[in-house]
């Protein structure tokens, strides 16, 4: 029988090695693609995306133009970065230049694999 301290110091152990395993900076990989908005929904929430990949891993299932959602991505405008509101890039007409980080998120189950913005820049 493990007493109650005991307990308390293998719980703390489990914390610390998934704290561990969670504060890692590497990160996956982004794929930075560059070019220009050729659409903006009203909301800015959505762009057509024109342009290349010019960092990063090429993409295994998706396409680097055509449609993405930027409105949970941080965005930068130039002078620093944000993480609410729209960017001024997506508030303008089409086209605007812009640059995007993007990483590949596989399919699980019945989930399906699709490209993620974590950040946007108005150029």
């Known amino acids: 029988m493990v007493d109650r301290a005991g307990c308390v110091v293998v719980a703390a152990i489990v914390v610390a090695i998934g ?3 969670c504060s890692s900076e590497e990160g996956q990989p982004v ?6 908005t050729t659409l903006v929904n009203p909301d800015g929430v959505n762009v ?4 290349e990949r010019v960092a ?11 449609g993405w959602n930027v409105g ?5 405008d ?7 509101g729209k960017a001024p890039c997506v508030e303008k007409p089409a086209p605007q230049p812009i640059e995007m980080g993007v990483v590949e998120a596989a399919s699980h189950d019945d ?12 150029l």
Request: glycine residues 16%; proline residues 4%.
């Open 19 to 21: 704290f561990a395993g």
């Open 31 to 36: 794929t930075v693609l560059r070019g220009k």
């Open 56 to 66: 990063g891993p090429k993409f295994d299932f998706i396409d680097e133009e055509g």
């Open 111 to 122: 989930a399906p694999g699709r490209g993620v913005i974590v950040w946007l820049k108005c």
């Open 72 to 76: 949970a991505a941080d965005w930068f």
């Open 78 to 84: 130039g002078r620093s970065w944000h993480d609410s």
């Open 48 to 51: 057509f995306f024109e342009g």
